[in-house]
């Protein structure tokens, strides 16, 4: 049997990834003193239609100003370099995730809400626990599904919605049974083709089923945990999304007991309000 690998480079065409997107998790992920990485504003400004959508999230998380913010580095000065980073990877990802994904009952913009939702669940359970680096587990969850971009094209889309919607508590399981890998492995292969970091790569592969083995790592359980608020709370469900829940083993890995899952839950859905309020974009 070809490997994922193989079959997505026979593909005629695959989802792209906005440069703006690799340039800003170049930064978010890489060391702070790296010579070679551009300024963020820079980065931002050469996409007007980002600089609108960075300034007027900047400006709703700065509420406290009187006057907005009405330039890129202005917002920069105001929200900080990490928090503006962050800002704008979610915003650029938008052209990438934003679109329908009939196959797995994902309409427009429903993918990028789910994903963004992880994004933040995931920063945030890094910070609750003190376990991996906030800015790579909010990039690994934001990115965490993108093997269902490529799906429909690896599978006939009835198929894969076939699938989808059987009678099965695991879905993962049940890709695996019928065509050899998941969405989260076909992920990963992606990512590998936009040529992403290894630690992103196995955070987007191991996101549904962290081992538990030597391959074990912080990282997968903060992914895998951030997923399941995300669809908790309603994000980025879809036909398969009530086919997932929470590993206890992930939970207990890192520490994240009851109520550090619900102060997580409360703040997502804040923070979701915000950027996705006129005012946040």
């Not at 994903?115 to 790579?136: F, H, M, S, V």
């Not at 997932?244 to 102060?263: C, I, P, Q």
Request: one cysteine or more.
């Amino acid at each position: 049997m070809a490997s994922i690998d193989q079959i997505l480079k026979s593909l005629d065409r695959l989802p792209a990834i906005p440069v703006a997107v690799t340039q800003l998790i170049t930064n978010l992920c890489g060391a702070e003193d790296d010579p070679a990485k551009e300024p963020t504003s820079s980065i931002v400004m050469r996409d007007s239609a980002l600089s609108a959508s960075v300034l007027r999230a900047a400006n709703s998380a700065a509420a406290g100003f009187q006057m907005p913010a009405t330039s890129v580095k202005e917002a920069l000065q105001r929200v900080g370099e990490n928090h503006l980073l962050k800002i704008a990877l979610a915003h650029a990802s938008q052209e990438a995730l934003g679109g329908a994904v009939e196959e797995y009952g994902l309409e427009e913009g429903d993918a990028w809400r789910g994903a963004l939702a992880g994004a933040l669940a995931a920063e945030e359970i890094a910070q609750y626990t003190r376990k991996g680096d906030p800015n790579i587990a909010f990039t690994a969850a934001l990115l965490r599904d993108i093997g269902k971009l490529a799906m429909g094209l690896v599978i006939p889309p009835a198929e894969v919605t076939a699938v989808l919607n059987a009678n099965c508590s695991d879905v993962t399981t049940r890709e695996r049974d019928e065509w050899g890998f998941d969405h989260a492995q076909v992920g990963a292969a992606l990512g590998r083709s936009w040529g992403l970091p290894e630690e992103l790569l196995n955070g987007i592969r191991f996101h549904h089923n962290p081992p538990v083995d030597d391959m074990a790592d912080d990282l997968y359980d903060i992914i895998h945990c951030a997923d399941g608020i995300a669809l908790i709370l309603g994000y980025g469900v879809g036909f398969d999304g009530l086919s997932y829940s929470v590993n206890l083993e992930s939970r207990e890995n890192l520490g994240f007991d009851r109520a550090g899952f619900e102060d997580v839950m409360v703040s997502v859905r804040l923070r979701m309000d915000e950027f996705l309020s006129p005012a946040g974009g």
